[in-house]
């Protein structure tokens, strides 16, 4: 691998610095297989504890799974992608058809495999270097992707994750591992990422257990409206913007067996009911028990105070203009 792995490490440096020396097809985002080798090259110098946090981003737009990794997608799916100037807006503006969208959701699987198969590897490679059994693993998911689901409680279709709080955007994978975990074990509780802090020094004090991240009240879930530079991303392709502004919430939580997710946006509510990863439902509920279920669970959540403004886009180097306008982030100049 040494060769490959120089290769990889070659792409890395110039898709950060010079991104426009790199072909189209090499544009997009790192592969998990360029991670997974500095990653487990840094850890073989380790002589002491350590922490590390690997981004993976295979699953982003534009959905470019390796050829032994393409098994549900295939030419015409990437014909498809290809074809298309944008991955989201033109099908919430009607520029082009959803099954479009749908089409496209094997490239995204075969993404996914792909970043399964370093996962894997890394896994692997911790355990041959006998180190895994006092390692905390944690192998969470920012959000998952709409491939045109209708939206929970917005009249509106799901494209990618944006503004949505559906399930088929958050309701995903976390996997843990604690120090010196042998049986497996399935938590059938909504888990937070927010509990993070608390897993990770539970496990450092030996103290780490399966439901780690389970709070002890409901989950709470966010959406925000589009900013300034997504609105005008979207304004190329949608002209009336309402249903993708203000702020969603939902509150998930277990009660007699039944997972709900009540839900509020402008001055609507929605009861889902959920029954597994696929399987979700609206359900009857008083919308004025649902508002101040979602009011209550969000009384005590105040901004921070952590967010700073920047130069914004247009100050921005050339290179990271370039990586954001790939990703989707921006609009492409000229």
């Not at 503006?93 to 495999?113: C, F, N, S, T, V």
């Not at 450092?204 to 997504?230: C, Q, S, W």
């Not at 913007?241 to 009540?262: N, Q």
């Amino acid at each position: 691998r040494p060769v490959r792995s120089l290769a990889n490490g070659l792409a890395t440096k110039l898709a950060w610095d010079f991104p426009w020396l790199l072909p189209d097809s090499l544009q997009a985002s790192t592969a998990a297989e360029v991670y997974a080798d500095l990653f487990l090259g840094w850890e073989r110098e380790r002589d002491s504890p350590w922490a590390a946090c690997l981004n993976l981003m295979d699953a982003h737009i534009p959905y470019e799974p390796a050829p032994e990794f393409d098994r549900w997608g295939g030419p015409e799916a990437r014909a498809i992608q290809d074809d298309l100037a944008d991955l989201e807006w033109v099908f919430l503006g009607g520029q082009e058809p959803w099954w479009k969208r749908r089409a496209l959701e094997g490239l995204y699987d075969g993404a996914i495999a792909q970043i399964d198969a370093q996962i894997r590897r890394i896994v692997g490679a911790l355990d041959d270097r006998s180190v895994l059994d006092d390692t905390l693993v944690v192998v969470p998911s920012d959000h998952g992707e709409g491939f045109g689901e209708p939206d929970e409680i917005r009249d509106v279709r799901v494209a990618e994750h944006g503004v949505s709080i559906h399930e088929v955007v958050t309701h995903v994978p976390l996997l843990v591992k604690y120090p010196g975990q042998t049986e497996g074990a399935t938590v059938d509780e909504p888990a937070t990422l927010t509990r993070f802090p608390d897993a990770a020094m539970a496990a450092a004090n030996g103290e780490g257990r399966p439901g780690e991240f389970v709070p002890d009240g409901p989950v709470r879930v966010t959406a925000v409206g589009l900013n300034d530079a997504l609105k005008g991303r979207a304004a190329n392709h949608v002209d009336d913007l309402e249903p993708f502004t203000a702020t969603a919430r939902a509150v998930v939580e277990k009660r007699d067996g039944t997972v709900r997710k009540d839900i509020t946006w402008r001055n609507r509510t929605r009861r889902v009911e959920i029954r597994d990863a696929g399987t979700s439902y609206r359900a009857e509920a008083p919308a004025d028990a649902v508002r101040s279920r979602v009011e209550s669970a969000f009384a005590d959540v105040a901004d921070a105070g952590v967010r700073t403004s920047g130069a914004g886009v247009e100050g921005a180097s050339d290179a990271t203009r370039k990586r954001l306008e790939d990703l989707g982030y921006v609009r492409k100049r000229g």
